[in-house]
T-cell receptor, first 112, second 115 residues
Framework: GNSVTQMEGPVTLSEEAFLTINCTYTATGYPSLFWYVQYPGEGLQLLLKATKADDKGSNKGFEATYRKETTSFHLEKGSVQVSDSAVYFCALRVDSWGKLQFGAGTQVVVTP | DAGITQSPRHKVTETGTPVTLRCHQTENHRYMYWYRQDPGHGLRLIHYSYGVKDTDKGEVSDGYSVSRSKTEDFLLTLESATSSQTSVYFC??????????????FGQGTRLTVV
């Protein structure tokens, strides 16, 4: 079956530090990959996506590259801000119904 | 922001009672989904709909039913609530499931507590 594995949190960083959140997946077929972000008390928002191997998704200073050879989609940001404190979810979609398979989520806490 | 409204936003109910959560969209998207969010599990799909009166089960459908009588409304019913159904429930919509790069938009969530 399909699955997504994320590094466990919480991840605590100082402002301006480099952030990496690891995400690996198992999937049949050719999945599309997503990172969603959830700010406290809110729903999920799409952060970035990639639909085929070697695609790089980017948004708000975050980047992730779809690596088929390592089945990974790691999220990175070069200099985090306090406002980046949130829970980050890696997800994949493999079928035509648009169903998403999520990782467990990684809480990121950025301190001033 | 995508026009998705979930109601109620918070609910406390007793074990054994039926509960219905509502998701209303103003985007005219074909696909609608119900997920539950639990610590350590991320979000898991309960049921989804690919059109009016067209629904199917997701990963964790036991104890839940859904209905979609209009494009804009997708109802989730807990037939007899149990404590294991205490969770945060999210509705999502998508314009076209067959378009692999179509994103899903999420509602604000409903926090349900079963006591």
């Amino acid at each position: 079956g399909n699955s997504v594995t994320q590094m466990e949190g919480p991840v605590t960083l100082s402002e301006e530090a480099f952030l990496t959140i690891n995400c690996t997946y198992t999937a049949t077929g050719y999945p599309s990959l997503f990172w969603y972000v959830q700010y406290p008390g809110e729903g999920l928002q799409l952060l970035l996506k990639a639909t085929k191997a070697d695609d790089k998704g980017s948004n708000k200073g975050f980047e992730a590259t779809y690596r088929k050879e390592t089945t990974s989609f790691h999220l990175e940001k070069g200099s985090v801000q306090v406002s980046d404190s949130a829970v980050y979810f890696c997800a994949l979609r493999v079928d035509s119904w648009g169903k998403l398979q999520f990782g467990a989520g990684t809480q990121v806490v950025v301190t001033p | 922001d995508a026009g998705i409204t979930q109601s109620p936003r918070h609910k406390v109910t007793e074990t054994g009672t039926p509960v219905t959560l509502r998701c209303h969209q103003t985007e005219n998207h074909r696909y609608m989904y119900w997920y539950r969010q639990d610590p350590g599990h991320g979000l898991r799909l309960i049921h989804y709909s690919y059109g009016v009166k067209d629904t199917d089960k997701g990963e964790v459908s036991d104890g839940y039913s859904v209905s979609r009588s209009k494009t804009e409304d997708f109802l989730l019913t807990l037939e007899s609530a149990t404590s294991s159904q205490t969770s945060v429930y999210f509705c999502a919509i998508s314009e076209g499931g067959y378009l692999m790069n179509t994103e899903a938009f999420f509602g604000q969530g409903t926090r349900l507590t079963v006591v």
